[in-house]
């Protein structure tokens, strides 16, 4: 072992210090120059020969970006070409990226204001800039007093994140006299019929009858009571359920929902596993049957241009309740005849695929997609060049909501 003072045998060639400076410097001038191309890219719509929607959709499928990453970089590009002192000193490698993103949250300021902001992020640390922001906003604040939906913990509002472990959350933003409605309606539906024991208001960690797990409890019923008077009768589990059973009669795949249960294969229909949950939706429920054959769904259908209930199912079930165009997420689909109708096409599970409305209506403008619907579609632009391949997500869905 090397003791102090003397040379590591592996000591490297050159300072690595420097040189990961250096190259982050490099790094960020490539972003300037790449964040100024996608503004461009973006406002002449280049996207739309893609079929994508947006310049969001488009990096989201082209780049394997996250969501709120596309937007973020779509947003930091166009507040770029807004703001030539930010943009100047970044391609330069005066500032970081990071310094880059902090500044541009700020809107409608001043040219005066964006070079003051590009001092202060080239003589201080990202953590000096933040701080000098926040002093900015609290005096631009008190000059101009914001209205109740100027602020985003002003807004109402729903958000629900469903997480990846079988547990998700749900933010609500509500008015004070609405969020006391809430809370007036919970206690109301708190144990009802049972008088509250004051003594589990103390939340125990992870306790089968926390004070918290039963409020959940509380707004789950007043969720499922919601839905009741919404359909205009009684939410029973069969109502409330749709499990859909794909039996492969190639003897490959689980033969109904239980063993599907068991082995832990369900999941919603946007793909989010169930687990545990799954065994007590099983006991009261209304259940579909998918006949495949070795994953490929029979036919179901007669040769008409409508599709039967039981072909939609089929088809939703197979493209996992989503649309099929490439890079697209959308989940308030129409099925689309590959082979039109009109010019001799079936109504075959095969020759039907999940499309959102406005990906449909392109598919009866120009763009086109071929192939079989079970295994594999290619997608054209309307010159013929080919856009992508699709293929069905795999497992399928088994649960569906309230849309039997």
Request: proline content about 4%.
């Amino acid at each position: 072992m090397a003791t102090l003072g003397e040379a590591r045998a592996d000591a490297p060639m050159f300072d690595l210090g420097a040189w990961l400076v250096e190259r982050r410097g490099l790094i960020d001038g490539s972003e300037a120059a790449w964040l100024d191309v996608l503004a461009e890219f973006d406002a002449h719509g280049d996207w739309a020969a893609d079929g994508q929607l947006s310049g969001a959709e488009w990096l989201m499928w082209r780049t394997k970006m996250a969501r709120s990453t596309a937007f973020e970089k779509l947003r930091i590009a166009h507040e770029l070409r807004r703001r030539p002192a930010v943009a100047a000193a970044f391609a330069a490698g005066e500032i970081s990226y990071s310094a880059v993103r902090a500044i541009t949250r700020l809107e409608d300021t001043s040219p005066e204001v964006d070079e003051a902001l590009v001092v202060v992020a080239r003589d201080s640390s990202v953590l000096g800039l933040e701080e000098a922001i926040r002093r900015y906003r609290l005096n631009h604040d008190q000059d101009r007093p914001l209205g109740p939906w100027q602020r985003r913990h002003d807004r109402r509002g729903v958000c629900l994140d469903r997480g990846y472990s079988g547990i998700g959350s749900a933010e609500i933003r509500l008015s004070s006299v609405e969020l006391e409605e809430l809370h007036v309606t919970l206690d109301a539906f708190l144990d009802r019929g049972a008088p509250v024991d004051e003594s589990s208001r103390a939340d125990s960690e992870g306790g089968p009858t926390s004070w918290a797990e039963r409020r959940a409890d509380a707004f789950m019923e007043l969720v499922r009571t919601g839905l009741a008077h919404a359909q205009e009768g009684a939410a029973v589990g069969a109502d409330r359920y749709l499990v859909h059973a794909v039996v492969d009669v190639s003897g490959q795949a689980s033969a109904t929902a239980s063993a599907q249960a068991r082995s832990g294969n369900g999941r919603l229909v946007g793909g989010t596993p169930l687990g545990e949950e799954l065994e007590r939706i099983l006991c009261d429920c209304s259940v579909v049957a998918h006949v495949t054959l070795g994953g490929e769904p029979l036919d179901l259908g007669r040769k008409t241009k409508v599709w039967n209930r039981a072909q939609r199912r089929a088809i939703t079930v197979r493209d996992g309740g989503r649309c099929r165009f490439p890079g697209c997420q959308r989940s308030i689909v129409d099925i689309h005849h590959l082979r039109w109708w009109s010019k001799g096409g079936s109504t075959d599970i095969c020759n039907g695929c999940l499309c959102c409305t406005r990906h449909h209506t392109l598919l009866h403008a120009g763009f086109y997609a071929e192939g079989d619907a079970n295994h594999e579609l290619v997608f054209y632009r309307p010159d013929g060049s080919v856009i992508d391949v699709s293929t069905p997500p795999g497992s399928p869905p088994v649960l569906d909501l309230a849309r039997n």
